[in-house]
């Protein structure tokens, strides 16, 4: 029998941040069902996809939907799935061996839509917990539950908005949160032989025509950015990116600390650089060691697969096994 396949994964905690009070004295968890349980005419939100579809602004080209859902009683799962109606797929034609191949475009088939991108959630109460994919993440997960739970429904004051609230490991950091002398976003910026970062991505540009609604631009591309603050000569910056020795890595970094004689909360750090894509915020501890890994509280797993997706089924299992494992672990409270 064949072995079932299998896709390591990391699965992100966070926990809603109700800063105007919106959600009264109801959990995140109870939003969720109360607004999947919204009537409109012809019945509950959860059983019209359409009413769960949300044209993205400015331009309403794209797409965000929860499509999938389930309510475990003591949790909510759903996913986010990104489209662009009618958007066309670029293919390359492959041809006996040439200088080049020809690149076509390919409508989706009638009745369909091709999918950009999809990740996956779960909320248990106030906690969060998600899988995300290369371009969807929390900032859009935060914008489309805003706007289900606001804007969509009623399920939450016309003054919320979901705030997923990162937290800091402190297991990573090696002792207490407090005991963090510096922040440290960024890694590695370039190698030798990259191609010029102020231009990379303009030939994709040309071919893909939905909106980016990742924001996740690669730590390298807005090194770029860093180096032209810092430098403030836009050919120094080019000179430094084509000097890079062969076999070396360019490292650009941002370290934010606070130099005080008393202790400072963590909590505003841990609030600004929650949506930093996975594996750039480390930190230095009291002793100046640096932690090895991005120091917000994840957790590894495996998830089966069907094709090239996720099993949903199992994605459930997995994400209510990691928040079982930091409230097993003392990282989070029930």
């Known amino acids: 029998m064949a072995k079932a396949a299998r896709q390591a994964v990391t699965i992100h905690y966070r926990r809603l941040e109700d800063v105007t009070g919106a959600f009264g004295t109801q959990t995140f968890e109870d939003a969720v069902r109360k607004a999947m349980n919204?009537?409109?005419?012809?019945?509950?939100?959860a059983d019209h996809w359409k009413r769960r579809a949300w044209l993205v602004p400015p331009s309403s080209e794209d797409t965000l939907l929860m499509n999938l859902?389930?309510?475990?009683?003591?949790?909510?799962?759903?996913?986010?799935?990104?489209?662009?109606?009618?958007?066309?797929q670029t293919l390359l034609a492959e041809e006996a061996d040439t200088p080049s191949l020809a690149v076509e475009q390919q409508p989706p088939p009638k009745g369909k839509e091709f999918v950009h991108s999809m990740m996956y959630w779960l909320v248990t109460r106030n906690h969060l917990?998600?899988?995300?994919s290369r371009s969807l993440a929390a900032k859009q997960l935060e914008e489309y539950l805003t706007w289900l739970l606001k804007d969509r429904t009623t399920a939450i004051g016309p003054t919320g908005q979901v705030?997923?609230?990162?937290?800091?490991?402190?297991?990573?950091?090696?002792?207490d949160l407090d005991d963090i002398k510096e922040i440290i976003v960024g890694g590695k910026a370039a190698s030798a032989g990259i191609e010029d970062f102020?231009?990379?991505?303009?030939?994709?540009?040309?071919?893909?025509?939905?909106?980016?609604?990742?924001?996740?631009?690669?730590w390298g591309k807005r090194a770029w950015d860093v180096l032209r603050a810092a430098m403030n000569n836009e050919a120094d910056v080019r000179e430094l990116m084509e000097s890079i020795p062969e076999g070396a890595d360019l490292e650009v970094a941002v370290h934010i600390g606070y130099k005080a004689k008393k202790k400072i909360s963590r909590a505003p750090m841990q609030h600004a650089l929650r949506n930093l894509p996975e594996g750039e915020i480390?930190?230095?501890?009291?002793?100046?060691?640096q932690s090895g890994k991005d120091i917000r509280l994840s957790h590894p797993a495996s998830v089966l697969k069907v094709g090239n997706i996720l099993d949903?089924?199992?994605?459930?299992?997995?994400?209510?096994?990691?928040?079982?494992?930091?409230v097993d672990n003392g990282k989070i409270e029930t």
């Open 129 to 132: 917990l998600m899988i995300q």
């Open 198 to 218: 102020s231009d990379a991505g303009a030939a994709s540009r040309t071919i893909e025509k939905h909106q980016d609604l990742a924001t996740r631009r690669p």
């Open 282 to 289: 480390t930190a230095v501890g009291r002793n100046g060691k």
């Open 312 to 326: 949903p089924g199992d994605v459930v299992r997995a994400l209510r096994e990691a928040h079982q494992f930091f």
């Open 38 to 45: 919204h009537h409109f005419d012809g019945g509950k939100v």
């Open 163 to 175: 705030i997923l609230q990162a937290k800091f490991d402190a297991a990573e950091v090696g002792g």
């Open 69 to 88: 859902s389930a309510d475990g009683e003591t949790y909510y799962f759903g996913d986010l799935t990104h489209y662009t109606k009618g958007y066309l």
